[in-house]
């Protein structure tokens, strides 16, 4: 008997395993999954997964109702989605021991049916689970670990490693190669050749395969969700890896082309587009963001539209050779890059997942940064008017902070042959950010008049006029230029009637 990895589990779950072995006599209790993947990795988790054995599933859907709140939703694929009572954690899925058979064999999501059986052996169970490292069951009774595929060793090897035959394997489900990626990237190990061999093999029937109805093989939202993980997770690896497949090429075709834009080298030494976008990436795990952000780490948005800020580069592309101007140029890349944004985040379903830490994300915020990235390029921090400076960094502080870090990652890959470092520029409009904020004295700006001041005072209708007076009234005000109501309506009174 081994408790000790039993004792490293949350209190609540071990009294949960308890309370179940108690009420069910006869019947095994196993942690399975990801769950005992991490325990053995001493990684945090909140996602539980039980099988228990030998025990009459009614009876265990009755007893599972009595004990907190059971969606039915997976019972379908011989899950219980269930919440007990006083536990603050994710659903827990439990299941009896099951096996999966394949349908069509076109690797579709879930593209199986499901036989629960409760008399069968755990291990049967472990053999239909995609990666070894996922395959290892602990018994809650008594501490045993269960791994037939020797999933611990691959653990201490750092190793992704397929269940059985890899293409057998994931053309039981298309998604298991993306799942691949995923794990790689979040634990940092490698993936086992022959294993690798089948994702790249099976990586374009993945991103772009169709059923005989048109249906994609793999739902945009499952790549979404395992794509964005896998993102956050490492950026440079998983662009890396995405790139070693055709994962890349079919997805994001934008990023590809940037291989083929080359940059002015002495502005921008490190190499082409994607080499200088690698480099961007790159830049979130250095001390200087430390430096500069603290421990504060980038949301979606912002690592989504690091790899996406310079896609407007192939388009905008002019050489010498071709074009004849003086040196290599991408004018207006920001700008044609930001309207491509929103029609990727939409073909793609990326909004569709949601990150409890890194949030979710919003199209018109990552198009917006990328379309502002040049700002410290197109005028330096202390040329730039207050209200410049308020507009894009402090009216809005989360939108603001994007953009900064964006910026940050931008400069910080830009490689100049004179060896300037141009995330000083960066920090001279942080020091003017202060600034700013020290002469507000809530830290905010607040107007001296609003619309409907403005419609009533000067008899106007709603529109864009108003939005441009409010601009002009908030700029003066920054600049110390008006400080009462009165002179804040005489001074609008004088742009109306110039």
């Not at 059985?164 to 394997?169: L, N, W």
């Not at 190499?271 to 504060?296: D, I, M, R, S, V």
């Not at 403005?454 to 409010?470: S, V, W």
């Amino acid at each position: 008997m081994n408790l000790k990895l039993i004792e490293k589990l949350p209190p609540a779950l071990i009294s949960i395993g308890n309370d179940l072995i108690t009420a069910l006599p006869n019947c095994e209790v196993y942690l399975v999954g990801g769950a005992v993947r991490d325990l053995l990795l001493e990684r945090n988790t909140k996602d539980y997964d039980l099988v228990v054995r030998q025990v009459d599933v009614k009876k265990l859907e009755d007893y599972l109702a009595n004990k907190g709140k059971v969606n039915l939703v997976g019972k379908t694929f011989g899950v219980f989605k269930w919440q007990p009572e006083n536990w603050t954690e994710e659903p827990i899925d439990v299941a009896l021991p099951r096996t999966e058979h394949i349908l069509s064999g076109t690797g579709e999501y879930r593209d199986f049916a499901v036989q629960s059986d409760s008399n069968l052996a755990i291990e049967e169970d472990l053999e239909r689970r995609d990666f070894t490292i996922n395959a290892i069951a602990l018994n809650l009774a008594n501490g045993e670990l269960i791994d037939p595929n020797n999933g611990q060793i691959d653990l201490k090897n750092k190793t992704i490693r397929a269940v059985g035959e890899p293409t057998v394997r994931f053309n039981e489900d298309l998604s298991r190669t993306w799942r691949g990626l995923r794990l790689a990237c979040q634990l940092n190990f490698t993936i086992e050749n022959q294993t690798w061999e089948g994702i790249k093999l099976l990586s374009r029937q993945a991103s772009s395969g169709k059923n005989e109805n048109g249906d994609w093989l793999v739902p945009r939202e499952i790549i979404a969700r395992e794509f964005l993980k896998t993102l956050i997770a490492n950026p440079v690896q998983c662009i890396e890896l995405m790139d070693e497949t055709e994962f890349l090429n079919q997805l994001l075709p934008e990023v590809v082309a940037m291989k083929q834009a080359p940059q002015h080298p002495e502005f921008h030494s490190e190499g082409n587009t994607f080499e200088h976008t690698k480099l961007a990436l790159a830049a979130f795990g250095t001390k200087t963001w430390q430096e500069f952000f603290g421990n504060t780490k980038p949301s979606l948005n912002v690592v989504l539209g690091t790899l996406l800020h310079d896609i407007g580069k192939p388009l905008t592309l002019k050489t010498p050779e071709e074009h004849g101007v003086d040196r290599i140029r991408t004018d207006n890349h920001d700008i044609e890059g930001a309207k491509l944004i929103p029609g990727i985040c939409e073909r793609l379903k990326l909004t569709s997942y949601v990150d409890a830490e890194a949030g979710q994300i919003d199209p018109s915020l990552v198009a917006w940064i990328t379309e502002k990235h040049l700002l410290l390029v197109h005028g330096k921090p202390d040329i730039l008017k207050p209200a410049t400076i308020y507009r894009y960094f402090l009216k809005n502080e989360i939108n603001g902070l994007a953009l900064q870090q964006l910026i940050f990652v931008d400069s910080h890959a830009t490689i100049t042959t004179d060896g300037r470092i141009l995330t000083d520029n960066l920090k001279r409009l942080r020091e003017r950010i202060v600034e700013i904020v020290s002469t507000l004295p809530t830290g905010k700006l607040n107007l001296l008049l609003n619309g409907n001041d403005l419609i009533t005072t000067f008899k106007l209708n709603p529109g864009p006029q108003i939005g441009e007076l409010l601009k002009n009234l908030e700029e003066a005000q920054l600049e110390n230029k008006i400080k009462t109501k009165e002179e804040a309506i005489e001074y609008l009174r004088k742009i109306l009637t110039t």
